[in-house]
Every structure is written in structure tokens, then in C-alpha cells.
């Protein structure tokens, strides 16, 4: 199993940035997949940015060229970092373990961490 305990939230206005952490517990770290995934009120939980253990990153679109994410696998954490950020970004953001599946990257662990709340607003 591993515990994920994600930073970095907070209020920020149109056009800001931030920068989110995930620090994972457990040696199995640097053998997955991560991701980012937000939740807004009234919505499902997305899947907004992977990284794989080699690197390789993947966006939604409606963050592409904003959002950048990154892995030190030293450290066991990954990282968001948001630019350009909009209302539409408001959201609970969590942080995950991978695995690949025929329908596209899903949660390893039946398991999510407090997430850190992220709220752009004027």
C-alpha cells in the first residue's frame, strides 16, 4: 500500500501560479506511474496530467501548455506545476499511483489522500 500527501494549494488570481507536491510513502515509488487528477464541486474526478517512471507526460486538454508535471523519484514525489491558471482550475487536487489498462491510465489503489485545494478567484 502507500500514503500520498499532497501541498501546495491555496487562492490565487486569474493568470497565477502554483505549485502542488505529492509525497508518496514506500519503496514502490519509483516503479509507477503517477498522475494528477482534480475534482471540481458538482463534478467527476479527472485526470489531468500523468508522468511515467521514464518520464514520458501526458495532459488533458484543457491544461495543455499550462500545466507541467514532474517526478523526483529520490524524494518519492511528484509535482504540478500550474501556470496561466483560471477559474475553471478550482478544484480539489489529488495525486495518484498508475497502472495502464485498455481504456487508458486508472488508479493502482482503491485510495486517495486528503488533496489540497486549489482556488483561483479574484
Known amino acids: 500500500q502507500v500514503q500520498l500527501v499532497e501541498s501546495g494549494g491555496g487562492l490565487v488570481q486569474p493568470g497565477g501560479s502554483l505549485r502542488l507536491s505529492c509525497a508518496a510513502s514506500?519503496?514502490?515509488?519509483?516503479?509507477?506511474?503517477m498522475g494528477w487528477y482534480r475534482q471540481a464541486p458538482g463534478k467527476q474526478r479527472e485526470l489531468v496530467a500523468s508522468?511515467?517512471?521514464?518520464?514520458?507526460?501526458n495532459y488533458g486538454d484543457s491544461v495543455k501548455g499550462r500545466f507541467t508535471i514532474s517526478r523526483d523519484n529520490a524524494k518519492n514525489s511528484v509535482y504540478l506545476q500550474m501556470s496561466d491558471l483560471k477559474p475553471e482550475d478550482t478544484a480539489v487536487y489529488y495525486c495518484?499511483?498508475?497502472?495502464?489498462?485498455?481504456?487508458?491510465?486508472?488508479?493502482?489503489?482503491?485510495?486517495w489522500g486528503q488533496g489540497t485545494q486549489v482556488t483561483v478567484s479574484s
Open positions: 514506500g519503496s514502490i515509488f519509483s516503479i509507477y506511474a
Open positions: 495518484n499511483v498508475l497502472k495502464p489498462s485498455s481504456t487508458g491510465w486508472v488508479t493502482k489503489y482503491d485510495y
Open positions: 508522468i511515467t517512471t521514464s518520464g514520458y507526460t
